[in-house]
């Protein structure tokens, strides 16, 4: 798989940009706020149908369009090359009721012309994006790992997504059902048919995460130790809400990150729980939770308050590591990610790494630079081309971007 061709119109600052893209590396160079990190947000959002860093998608129109279109809009299409099949995705926003009226903007997304559903994008177009504001999953709320999981699992298994999506809206609806009890007797079997949706959705998802994250504490520990040359032994670890393993059946937390600091090896992970047991857990506990539930009018068990936990050699990466440190282990994750990726759909997906090189030391740059020369297709961001030695960039496709213009570039041209 690999993306041959991204067009963009009004999308940020790009007022027009048609770019064929080869396989192996490209080479975006740019000094600051030129349009880099714009770039693979275009790429992104025709990847996933959202933006991973606009709150809204106004945000993602370029001014000039609210302004001179007399009905303004922006689109991001682009090729994808499958198996010797072109597919073209593309996304269309457009402000409703033309220029100058306050409403909303309209989105259209159409995979070969015929218009689907945004969820319908995901798997398409596959990618692992690294952005430096991502050091926050590891560094950051529970909620930043959530949000990283889920984006993960959609672009690999679109029932996920859906239970996902369905679970969020269960989530609102039973909180408001809860409340609604607060000081009355409450109707069991509107209680019974809140607290099966929730089970229903929650144990896939729960499941899925289970799954994923012993995966994913693998393939971690393997790109960690390529990133670091072996400082530090790496793993992760799902913390789900749930207690999806009897406290008595547990080993104690210290006692483990001793275990582990002096003998890593053994460890040996949870074991994965069927979906049957993890339904059972999860019935039992709303049993238990019913009281305290209404009192607080929110549901207090369940995936949206899961969390993961990096820990290196038994220690807390959130809470221990330095800048450094955390930086390393989310970029570890992103590169297992696209190992994960492509054991899952059976093509690797793009990688977009903005501007990661500059935080790193010369060695792990080295290493970084190994690891991006063997997936099929990969697109950096840089401000500066010293941070590329000689020969790798020679082996890239290099470009520059200016006011949200880009320009083919030799290395030897400065
Ligand atoms: P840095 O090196 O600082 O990360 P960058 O090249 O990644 O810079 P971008 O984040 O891509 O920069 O942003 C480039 C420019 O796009 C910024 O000057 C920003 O103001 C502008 N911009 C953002 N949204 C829009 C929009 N909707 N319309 C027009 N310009 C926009
Ligand atoms: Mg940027």
Redesign the pocket.
């Given at each position: 798989m690999y993306l041959q061709h991204i067009s963009l119109k009004n999308f940020?600052?790009y007022l027009r940009l048609e770019l064929d893209l080869p396989q192996g590396v490209t080479v975006v160079q740019?000094r600051?706020?030129?349009?880099?990190?714009?770039l693979l947000e275009a790429i992104a959002y025709l990847a996933t149908g959202k933006s991973l860093r606009a709150l809204t998608e106004r945000?993602?129109?370029?001014?000039l369009a609210f302004e001179q279109e007399p009905i303004p809009y922006a689109e991001v299409a682009g090729d994808v090359l499958r198996d010797g099949i072109v597919t073209r995705l593309r996304i269309v926003l457009t402000q409703q009721g033309g220029r100058g009226s306050g409403s909303g903007l309209r989105k259209v997304v159409m995979i070969n012309g015929v218009r689907q559903r945004a969820i319908d994008l995901l798997g398409i177009l596959p990618i692992v994006l690294f952005l430096p504001e991502d050091i926050s999953l590891v560094s950051g709320p529970p909620s930043a790992r959530r949000k990283y999981l889920n984006l993960l699992l959609c672009q690999i298994d679109r029932e996920y997504c859906s239970h996902l999506d369905a679970y969020t809206k269960v989530v609102t609806r039973r909180n408001a059902q809860l409340r609604s009890f607060q000081g009355k007797r409450p109707d069991p079997t509107l209680l019974a048919f809140w607290n099966d949706a929730l089970v229903e959705h929650g144990t896939y998802i729960i499941h899925r995460r289970q799954e994923i994250i012993a995966r994913l504490d693998e393939l971690v520990r393997e790109q960690h130790r390529i990133l670091t040359a072996g400082h530090g032994r790496l793993r992760v670890e799902y913390r789900p809400s749930l207690t999806l393993i009897p406290p008595s059946t547990q080993v104690p937390k210290a006692q483990l990150a001793l275990a582990l600091a002096k003998e890593p090896v053994a460890y040996t992970p949870p074991p994965i729980l069927p979906p049957h047991k993890i339904r059972k857990r999860f019935q039992e506990t709303l049993n238990t939770l019913q009281r305290e539930e209404i009192e607080a009018g929110a549901t207090l068990v369940g995936p949206h308050r899961d969390e993961m936990a990096f820990l290196l050699d038994g220690r807390d990466v959130r809470t221990f590591g330095s800048r450094g440190q955390q930086r390393t282990v989310a970029l570890a994750v992103k590169l297992a990610e696209v190992q994960l990726i492509e054991e899952a759909l059976g093509t690797s997906p793009l990688l977009l790494l903005d501007?990661v090189m500059s935080e790193l030391d010369e060695e792990r740059r080295a290493r970084v630079l190994h690891v991006v020369r063997q997936v099929p297709q990969a697109i950096l961001?840089t401000?500066d081309w010293d941070v590329f030695d000689a020969d790798f960039l020679a082996h890239a496709y290099c470009l520059q971007?200016n006011e949200g213009i880009l320009t083919e570039k030799t290395p030897d041209t400065p």
């Open positions: 940020r600052n740019g600051n706020a030129q349009g880099k990190t714009n945000e993602l129109v370029h001014w501007d961001t401000t971007v």
